[in-house]
């Protein structure tokens, strides 16, 4: 059973910083394994980013391979360390608009595919960034 834990949200003014961690537990961490984790958001503006109305955000393969939405190009970084249990979302130069629930989430799909398409396998329970 694969779980997924965030933290790291909260409040902040625009233009500042935060900085969210997911992690993950109870699936393979293989190096042969072609997943993906992604970071979404809910919030003002996904009411139409598919069922669960939330947005793709960043991605990250087990591979460094990374993917971002338009959005938050030159603003967020997606990253994890050498175990690679732990994903990091780095968020700067925080808008308005990039307040919602963000929720971190494992796929079985390339960054691009899990941010464009929403492909995931399992969510956490959401950490809520408000930006104003």
């Known amino acids: 059973h694969v779980q997924l834990v965030e933290s790291g949200g909260g409040s902040v003014q625009a233009g500042g910083s935060l900085r969210l961690s997911c992690v993950v537990s109870?699936?393979?961490?293989?190096?042969?394994?072609?997943?993906?984790v992604g970071w979404f958001r809910h919030g003002p503006g996904t009411e139409h980013a598919g069922v669960l109305a939330?947005?793709?955000?960043?991605?990250?393969?087990?591979?460094?391979?990374?993917y971002y939405a338009d959005s938050v190009k030159d603003r967020f970084t997606v990253s994890q360390d050498n175990t690679e249990n732990v994903v990091y979302l780095q968020m700067d130069n925080l808008k308005p608009q990039d307040t919602g629930t963000y929720y971190c989430?494992?796929?079985?799909?390339?960054?691009?595919?899990?941010?464009?398409?929403?492909?995931?396998?399992?969510w956490g329970q959401g950490t809520q960034v408000t930006v104003s």
């Open positions: 109870g699936y393979t961490h293989s190096i042969f394994s072609r997943t993906s």
């Open positions: 989430a494992v796929g079985r799909a390339s960054p691009q595919r899990t941010v464009e398409v929403g492909i995931a396998d399992a």
């Open positions: 939330r947005a793709g955000v960043a991605a990250i393969a087990r591979d460094g391979s990374t």
